[in-house]
């Protein structure tokens, strides 16, 4: 089992206290920056989590912003952990999509309408959904072993994550790989929505129209880091990371309000077992 390092959240936390330090002491970036000895530009993009910065870095930060007591021992630790590196960079994966993000949270809330969730997929599953981007051989086996890496945190001690899926009905009859791969995913999702951290509800298609159709989303909440929800939304040429407190807050609603409108997790698995006797 991999541990939970990678740093993406921590930087992003980091940047916000040295951004939140800089106004405290009255600077502006303008200001700040030529007593750094850096430019603006490189200093907006440490605040803004795009940039990393290291111990010596932070030292200097604090002694030019007058920050005293023991915040400086935490916020070198914290400089510290940032500098770790991810365990997927071992599969081929950079620091700049979903899976940094999830190793650090713990509890995901997953609304989709395309997919069953990645914390959900068996392996044949998740190569059918990989294979449709042309990848190589070597490729789709570094993407399900990071699925299956990120899979067991589902049941871990050590590391564990909570997941709430909501998904629409109409996953359930997409045959991905299949019909024989299919009817095993299905089976797959009855056994993990027995799991004490797995709550799976589905939006029946009985329900026609609701307010999950527009786009899938992922909530991430970071318990062990004050950081606050993020918002994960994926495009057609990419994804958005979101962590306004306005619009997260929108997201937590949209996110209540399908979950009111789908089936309780009991209705839920009676009617996977009911797709899964058809296909």
């Given at each position: 089992m991999a541990g939970p390092n990678g740093a993406v959240v921590r930087r992003l936390h980091l940047g916000r206290i040295l951004r939140e330090l800089r106004e405290e002491a009255g600077l502006s970036l303008e200001v700040a920056a030529p007593a750094l000895d850096w430019s603006s530009s490189k200093l907006s993009r440490i605040e803004n989590g795009r940039q990393g910065v290291d111990v010596h870095g932070v030292r200097t930060m604090m002694d030019i912003y007058g920050v005293v007591g023991p915040q400086w021992d935490e916020l070198l630790d914290l400089t510290r952990s940032v500098s770790e590196k991810g365990w997927w960079r071992a599969f081929g994966l950079d620091d700049k999509g979903y899976v940094p993000l999830e190793a650090e949270a713990t509890l995901v809330r997953e609304a989709t309408t395309a997919y069953v969730p990645g914390l959900l997929q068996i392996e044949a599953y998740a190569r059918a959904v990989f294979a449709i981007h042309q990848r190589t051989d070597a490729e789709l086996d570094n993407l399900t072993a990071v699925r299956r890496i990120r899979q067991e945190r589902l049941t871990s001690l050590e590391d564990p994550l909570e997941l709430v899926a909501v998904v629409d009905e109409v996953?359930?009859?997409?045959p991905v790989g299949g019909p024989a791969v299919m009817r095993t995913q299905l089976a797959h999702l009855v056994e993990a929505a027995a799991l004490d951290r797995v709550t799976l509800q589905v939006l029946p298609m009985s329900l026609g129209a609701h307010p999950g159709l527009s786009a899938p989303f992922t909530l991430l909440t970071f318990g062990g880091i004050d950081f606050g929800d993020m918002v994960?939304?994926?495009?057609?040429?990419?994804?958005?990371?979101?962590?306004?407190?306005?619009?997260?807050?929108?997201?937590?609603?949209?996110?209540?309000r399908l979950r009111s409108l789908a089936l309780d997790p009991d209705a839920s698995v009676a009617l996977i077992q009911r797709v899964a006797a058809e296909t």
């Open positions: 996953v359930l009859r997409r994960y939304v994926e495009h057609p040429i990419g994804a958005v990371h979101i962590s306004k407190e306005e619009e997260v807050a929108v997201a937590r609603l949209k996110f209540d």
